[in-house]
């Protein structure tokens, strides 16, 4: 594990948003050609680790948290397809802000009219909630570590 602080590696133009392109592929093509680890930066001791607030099981539900708002507005929760799974399979389910019923599990976005709540599993693999063409966190009044249950209609087993 080694610090990336040597620009040289890098792309000449390093935006704030895309570390992938400007830096981090820059770097892998250095290493594929040979370039040795140690000349990318400082050796690390370590790296912090952040906590990552698990999804718990209570009875027919499955309660998470928002963990980010993007800047559509809309709620990434810590609710994966993997928690979801026994929950979500061939069964509706419900999705509640606090104690307040939002929305149903749909495919997409637009699986409900403009205006009106929708819960998806985004691209990341997480339930997300969003508004079809608005702003979730806006109209919702969705905060980072608002409690998020999904609630189904018969109870739930944990998962092996």
């Known amino acids: 594990m080694h610090s990336l602080d040597q620009p040289a590696y890098f792309l000449p133009q390093v935006s704030r ?3 992938g392109r400007d830096v981090f592929a820059p770097v892998a093509a250095h290493l ?3 370039l040795p680890v140690a000349k990318l930066g400082w050796k690390l001791a370590g790296y912090v680790r952040l906590p990552w607030p698990e999804p718990k099981l209570q009875d027919s539900a ?3 948290e928002v963990l980010y708002l993007d800047r559509f507005g809309n709620a990434i929760t810590n609710l994966d397809t993997a928690s979801l799974a ?3 399979a061939g069964k509706q ?3 509640l802000l606090g104690r307040k019923r939002v929305a149903s599990l749909a495919s997409c976005y637009a699986s409900v009219p403009k ?3 929708v819960a998806v599993i985004g691209s990341s693999g997480f339930l997300e909630i969003a508004v079809n063409g608005g702003h979730a966190a806006h109209t919702l009044r969705i905060k980072v570590g608002t409690v998020v249950t999904v609630r189904s209609p018969r109870p739930l087993k944990p998962n092996s």
């Open 17 to 19: 948003t895309f570390h």
């Open 32 to 34: 594929a050609n040979g």
């Open 62 to 64: 499955i309660v998470g």
């Open 86 to 88: 026994e929950a979500t």
């Open 93 to 95: 389910v419900e999705v």
């Open 115 to 117: 205006g009106k709540p």
